[in-house]
């Protein structure tokens, strides 16, 4: 049991080190040279949307409803069918609908680039957005003054569109302010933006380059995100420019995308890291930016490697001590005092996340309540999604049902 303790102390004595070194690393040769934009550009906007008849409507609402203007007509949404309900929804709207051909390929990464194929001009800038996304009015007006300043590719904050549906929602929707509160970080050392999910521009230039839209993995995102680090792409956050997504009333839904998001994560590098890599070496102007990619969570899987195998010992300890009648209660004890201690401190993370984002979490107290101590066991599962993503490499893309036409 020694050696399993000490172990586990070297493992997080290895987290904390590279913990330390990213800090050390933020914006270390980072730097963006911009070229301000001084015109008024002609933007798109891309929505993949299969069957997502029943809360289309509210996406391109809020479009409508923007401050700054676009083209109904430059609203381009992607469907799989003709028959498709979600088609004579665009019609009312005059949007443009793209129909699908290749629909052997099934992520969301192909059918962008089976609509930029199609589409016969080129735009400014093209944002992505999901069809259950509802945008805040002023979305594509901070966007643009993003875009003015000169950015490749522009993220906006993703907020909850359910925050109120459960607890299982509003811990989901937890997920994503950590990821907000990194980028809100990251603008400030000038790093590169890490894409989570759509709410985002890509200059039409960049796209022209690609003829297409070339991230297909099954997060298509986080492909990006490594791409514009390796590429010297200049990115930015937007705090002010906020879309809604909607998140997974249900534990199973919220498991099963959680795993292919990490699958997604462990192909995206797979694919990225010999390229990351090589820049290390090559006087990168984003060095900063490529060094915290190449270690990027691997402080947290290996202090949760740590964790794991801990509990693991402990456990393992005390069926040992039943089977050979030497059962100490004080171990015990002491198992469930290291265990009440790890869920306190997150316990304690979730308090601090309401406080910083109350703003945006308005929820009764009861719900709050519910959250600050069921989210450190929602947290805990990404360990068993983890593990899953890891044994499983074949995981597909699935669809996950949308319902919510509106802000909760």
């Given amino acids: 049991m020694l050696f399993i303790y000490i172990l586990c102390l070297i493992l997080a004595a290895i987290s904390l080190i590279i913990f330390i070194s990213n800090r050390l690393l933020e914006g270390e040769n980072n730097n963006h040279p911009l070229k301000e934009e001084n015109k008024d550009p002609e933007f798109c906007i891309l929505i993949p949307a299969k069957d997502e008849s029943k ?19 430059n609203v381009y949404v992607i469907v799989e069918d003709i028959k498709d309900p979600t088609v004579n929804i665009c019609k009312e709207y005059n949007c443009s609908y793209i129909v699908r051909e290749h629909l052997e390929l099934k992520r969301k990464g192909y059918a962008l680039d ?11 800038a093209y944002f992505i957005i999901d069809a259950d996304n509802i945008l805040d009015k002023n979305f594509l007006k901070y966007m643009n003054k993003v875009y003015q300043k000169g950015y490749d ?14 607890v299982i929602s509003a811990c989901s929707g937890l997920v994503f302010t950590i990821a907000n509160n990194i980028n809100k970080r990251k603008n400030k050392t000038n790093e590169n933006i890490t894409i989570t999910g759509t709410g985002f521009y890509i200059k039409g230039n960049i ?15 986080y492909e990006l995100t490594l791409y514009a680090t390796v590429n010297k792409l200049t990115t930015y956050y937007e705090e002010k420019a906020i879309f809604y997504d909607e998140q997974p009333t249900t534990l199973k839904a919220s498991i099963k995308q959680r795993i292919r998001w990490i699958r997604g994560y462990f192909n995206a590098r797979v694919n ?9 070496f090559d006087n990168h102007m984003n060095y900063g930016s490529v060094y915290k990619e190449i270690m990027w969570l691997r402080p947290i899987l290996i202090l949760a490697l740590a964790f794991v195998i801990f509990y693991i010992a402990i456990i393992i300890n005390q069926i040992y001590m039943l089977i050979t009648s030497t059962y100490n209660p004080q171990s015990l004890i002491l198992g469930i005092i290291i265990i009440g201690i790890t869920y306190l401190i997150m316990l304690i993370f979730t308090i601090y996340q309401l406080i910083i984002e109350r703003k945006h979490i308005k929820v009764k107290n009861s719900l709050k309540i519910k959250i600050i101590f069921y989210n450190p066991i929602f947290l805990l599962t990404f360990i068993y999604c983890a593990v899953v993503a ?6 597909t893309w699935e669809k996950i049902e949308h319902t919510k036409t509106n802000i909760e």
């Fill in 272 to 280: 990225y890291l010999p390229k990351l890599r090589e820049k290390i």
């Fill in 153 to 166: 590719i522009g993220v906006g904050y993703r907020d909850n569109k359910n925050w109120s549906s459960n």
């Fill in 207 to 221: 796209i022209k380059s690609f003829g297409g839209y070339p991230f297909h993995e099954i997060t298509e995102d």
């Fill in 114 to 124: 089976e609509a930029i194929k199609q589409i016969k001009k080129t735009y400014d």
């Fill in 390 to 395: 890891l044994i499983n490499k074949n995981i």
């Fill in 55 to 73: 809360v289309i409507r509210g996406s391109i609402e809020s479009i409508k409803n923007q401050t700054y203007k676009i083209k109904m007509s």
